[in-house]
């Protein structure tokens, strides 16, 4: 079946530890996109790539880093720079201009 | 930048229609979006409007003026399962590219 995979569904993190939310999608997509949702809050734009080895930070980058190595990839790692990062993380790949799809998310808690 | 504004709540009875309002500012725009979003599950998609006018699809209908950078989602025959969020968001153009911005989501109740 085509579709994004994210994973995992629920991540948990110590203080000061990094972690990276994975993204993998099949549908053959240019553009790939990291969203950040927190309660009563619009998704906040995080990072995107519109090509393989390429990506510009969003509204919300500091204290996060991506890379994309393959198309079908883009994983997201939340680092210990980031100070408030228990959110739901949305992930999303798009033709160019296309409609954009999202992965079933990725539920970050510090505990 | 963007400014995407739409209500907080709304509520609605089952069987009725109901309107959801969205007004951008943006300096950029590529199409006008929206999504239905479940609690604690992901943006599916609904409808998409470039060009002004109404674009119909089942149930869903949306409507585009960009003169008035104003849209609004139509959904008829509401059924208990519409309880979600409405996510209107604005694509930006190449300067982004292409990216989604949001606004923060209408909540829809649907009452018996």
């Known amino acids: 079946d085509g579709g994004i995979t994210q994973s995992p569904k629920y991540l948990f993190r110590k203080e000061g530890q990094n972690v990276t939310l994975s993204c993998e999608q099949n549908l053959n997509h240019d553009a790939m996109y990291w969203y950040r949702q927190d309660p009563g809050q619009g998704l906040r734009l995080i990072y995107y790539?519109?090509?393989?080895?390429?990506?510009q930070k969003g509204d919300i980058a500091e204290g996060y880093s991506v890379s994309r190595e393959k198309k079908e990839s883009f994983p997201l790692t939340v680092t210990s720079a980031q100070k408030n990062p228990t959110a739901f993380y949305l992930c999303?790949?798009?033709?160019?201009?296309?409609?954009?799809?999202f992965g079933q998310g990725t539920r970050l808690t510090v505990v | 930048g963007q400014n995407i504004d739409q209500p907080t709540e709304m509520t609605a009875t089952e069987g009725a229609i109901v309107q959801i309002n969205c007004t951008y500012q943006t300096s950029g725009f590529n199409g006008l979006f929206w999504y239905q979003q479940h609690a604690g599950e992901a943006p599916t998609f609904l409808s998409y409007?470039?060009?002004?006018g109404l674009e119909e699809k089942g149930r869903f209908s949306s409507f585009l003026s960009r003169s008035k950078g104003y849209s609004y989602l139509l959904l008829k025959e509401l059924q208990m399962k519409d309880s979600a969020s409405y996510l209107c968001a604005v694509r930006g153009n190449s300067n982004s590219g292409y990216a989604l911005n949001f606004g923060k989501g209408t909540s829809l109740l649907v009452t018996p």
């Open positions: 999303a790949s798009s033709p160019r201009q296309g409609i954009a799809f």
């Open positions: 790539s519109q090509i393989v080895n390429d990506f």
């Open positions: 409007n470039v060009l002004d």
